[in-house]
């Protein structure tokens, strides 16, 4: 059987990077998106399992992609998780009436996301993937240079910030 394929839709770069080197380091397949249109498309042409969307992007918002997906004959019965900064009652609210199954406010606790989807592989049955990767697990959590996703995400922040 094979892995799940996410979509990872994030314009912030550093934050779309921490996100994709979590999802292969879990063993899932990537595609991935910088803006809600290039989601769209690919979401179009290629099947994708869970979709992570970041709710505040350029030319389409995540939230609008969650809403055409509701929509969408083909991606009526998609996994959506939004992640977003907005952590406000009537945003969360907003999040889950426009259809998204799961919604994480920023920074994510990666560890918490890794739980979500592999909740949904569960369900798709891909268990035996999930078992290899809880496997490789103790070496995913160390990261790169014994660093968590989060941890390099935080670091490459404060370098970006120091040359500007």
Do not use: F
């Not at 994510?108 to 990767?133: P, W």
Request: include cysteine; proline fraction near 3%; aromatic fraction near 6%.
């Amino acid at each position: 059987m094979q892995a799940l394929t996410i979509l990872v839709a994030e314009d912030d770069l550093l934050a779309r990077m921490v996100l994709e080197r979590s999802v292969v380091q879990w063993g899932y397949r990537l595609v991935s998106a910088p803006d809600g249109e290039s989601a769209v498309e690919m979401l179009q042409t290629r099947s994708i399992d869970v979709r992570l969307l970041d709710w505040d992007m350029p030319k389409m918002s995540g939230l609008e992609v969650c809403k055409w997906l509701r929509t969408s004959v083909l991606n009526s019965t998609a996994y959506v998780i939004l992640i977003t900064g907005r952590e406000q009652p009537e945003d969360i609210q907003a999040g889950y009436e426009a259809g998204a199954d799961d919604y994480l406010t920023k920074p994510c606790d990666m560890k918490y996301l890794r739980r979500r989807i592999s909740t949904v592989a569960e369900k798709l049955g891909h268990q035996e993937l999930l078992l290899e990767a809880d496997r490789n697990e103790s070496a995913e959590n160390r990261g790169v240079a014994g660093l968590s996703p989060l941890d390099i995400y935080l670091s490459d922040l404060r370098l970006m910030r120091r040359k500007t």
